[in-house]
């Protein structure tokens, strides 16, 4: 259903009568195109009054009680469009979550800066590929976002609010890395594929056993295999170096993770304990 066709009659009037064999994602299709379609709103109200005339006298009664309650209401001041944007591509629960996504960035630049010797392992060049991986993980959590299962449960839910997410993650980690890496003399070449690869395998597996559970996955062998060797035996991990893995491996996972998250984009309206 795009934004030139409308609703078929049988698809309104078996969402009308609240048909059970009505398929999810034609649910779902049809609750977006109503948003933006008037018609197709005339014609499901006909419907519910001419097939469902209990349901019809049970929107009058509530909108008949509702009526007056909104009419005294003091109406909220309009938000500035660029807030109502940023809105449609974050959530208040990923503020502070995103600020300690931040700290730990900070945090591991001032260890950085004050490493002894040009030996040193970088923490900056250790949790850089991982960070972004985090913060994804906090941005997409039932147990962090009060308003998660209203918000899965919209009719926009699913692949594309989980890369508005992503992108918003990585627009505000990516930069502080950027000036991480350049005060620590890294170049985004070490870093940036890894962290942008980690992410996309994150929500390739998100895919299957949700994003939570993906990163957390993730986090945990990364920690295993690359941050506990590399701080044990006190030298770069070859993985991160300019002279290992070649930009080409990290960049071949991004792109299957990228292809596994289009070719399983349907995976991601279903919520995680229904996987």
Known sequence: MTGTEHASARLVDAYAHGAADLATDEVWALEAHLEACRGCRD??????????????ALTETVWADLAPRLAGATPAPPRRRLVARLATWTTPAMTPWLAMVLAVTLLALLLDLAGPGPDRISLVLLLAPVLPVAGVALSWSPALDPAYELTAATPRAGLPLVLRRTVAVLAAV????????WATGLTAAQWLLPSLACTSATLALGGLVGITRAAV???????????????????????????????????LLLALGAVVVLARRGAYTVQGEDR
């Open 43 to 56: 014609r499901l109200a006909a419907a519910v009054a001419a097939g469902a005339p209990a349901v019809a």
């Open 174 to 181: 990516i930069p502080a890395l950027l000036a991480a890496g």
């Open 217 to 251: 996955a993730l986090l945990a062998v990364w920690a295993a295999a690359v941050a506990a060797p590399t701080l044990a035996a006190g030298r770069t991990p070859p993985v991160l170096r300019a002279d290992g893995l070649p930009p080409w491996g990290w960049g």
